[in-house]
């Protein structure tokens, strides 16, 4: 069955050997050590285990944009990277059908300007942004004309998380320990956006907009609970807020809200995992990824991806619907 992994990860050469070559802070270690994240001889040595249905739809991993660069500088930045994404997806239209352009978020005078350029004259499938910009929400004024385009061209927005070491885990301390800003800070980083998204208006403002979520949907399926009876509660509790009016001037519960991002399968092998997004997204909204290539073993995810999809016990119409046509959908645009 024809498979379109929607949420990987690939630096093109140029851009690796003048941003990344030279060292990352917290996971920099991690990126340089895997070939496959730039070396296309030993990627397509991966994909080709999973035959000739498997196609990756490309994005940079993290740093962010705005991480390498002042607003000055980022877009052009964001042009060397999405320019040799572009090559990569002519020189291999099987392997790389088409990719996901950067931004340059620190700069709102030229994210749009680039969002467009990278759809409309490279042929990027929709945009990637992170869930917060070098510390700012997403739901800041400057970003809304960005937002607003997306929605009205319907260009699909991929939502990966940002949180670094810096970040502790306790006010006392100055840093994360354990690399628990990456295993728990992520999750609680996509969810905190998508609550921002939320609670701000996104949805009643854009009903258009797609927001592909990284690891589907972050903490949402598990604490439906919370998300859902709990924030129905909203402002009954809270004295130094009027949360109350907040939660009125919505046209929906929230948790009607967080059920129309999207979610990856991007879980590591998390069947349980999966099975809870996909009751809480339905089959519509969950589409096949793998976060490849940040894996133990080159090829596990896809592998653990794949086993968790085939157990969830769908017939040939729904796995066609994660496999491959919500992708096709999500890639859609005016």
């Not at 877009?75 to 994404?85: C, T």
């Not at 300007?113 to 400057?142: H, K």
């Not at 996104?202 to 998300?227: C, I, Q, S």
Request: aromatic share 14%; proline share 7%; net charge negative.
């Amino acid at each position: 069955m024809k498979k379109i992994d929607l949420f990987n990860h690939l630096f093109p050469q140029s851009f690796f050997d003048k941003y990344i070559e030279n060292g990352l802070p917290d996971i920099g270690k991690r990126v340089k050590a895997m070939p496959t994240i730039v070396k296309l001889d030993a990627r397509f040595k991966v994909m080709d285990e999973f035959g000739p249905e498997y196609c990756q739809v490309i994005s940079l991993p993290a740093p962010t944009i705005e991480a390498l660069g002042t607003p000055q500088q980022t877009p052009d930045i964001a042009k060397l990277a999405n320019d040799g994404m572009a090559e990569l997806c002519r020189k291999y239209p099987e392997r790389f059908p088409t990719f996901v352009a950067s931004l340059p978020m620190n700069n709102p005078d030229a994210i749009t300007v680039e969002a467009l350029r990278a759809v409309d004259q490279l042929g990027a499938a929709g945009v990637q942004i992170f869930t917060n910009v070098n510390g700012a929400p997403l739901d800041n004024p400057e970003y809304q004309e960005f937002f607003d385009t997306m929605a009205k061209r319907e260009i699909g927005i991929w939502m990966h998380p940002a949180r670094g070491a810096s970040m502790p885990d306790y006010k006392t301390e100055t840093k994360s320990k354990y690399e628990i800003w990456w295993t728990f800070g992520w999750p609680y980083e996509t969810s905190a956006a998508m609550a921002r998204m939320v609670f701000s208006g996104f949805f009643d403002k854009w009903p258009n907009l797609k927001v592909l979520t990284h690891h589907m949907g972050a903490m949402a399926p598990y604490f439906e609970g919370r998300v859902g009876w709990g924030w129905d509660a909203l402002g009954s509790r809270t004295s130094d807020e009027d949360y109350y009016s907040v939660l009125k001037g919505l046209k929906k519960r929230p948790i009607d809200y967080f059920r129309m991002f999207r979610a990856d399968t991007a879980l590591f092998g998390a069947t349980a995992g999966t099975k809870c997004g996909l009751e809480f997204f339905g089959v519509d909204n969950v589409i096949f990824a793998s976060d490849v290539p940040f894996e133990p073993q080159p090829g596990l995810y896809i592998r653990e991806t794949i086993r968790c999809v085939e157990a969830l016990g769908l017939d040939d119409e729904k796995k066609a619907k994660i496999y491959h046509k919500n992708a096709e959908a999500f890639m859609q645009h005016k």
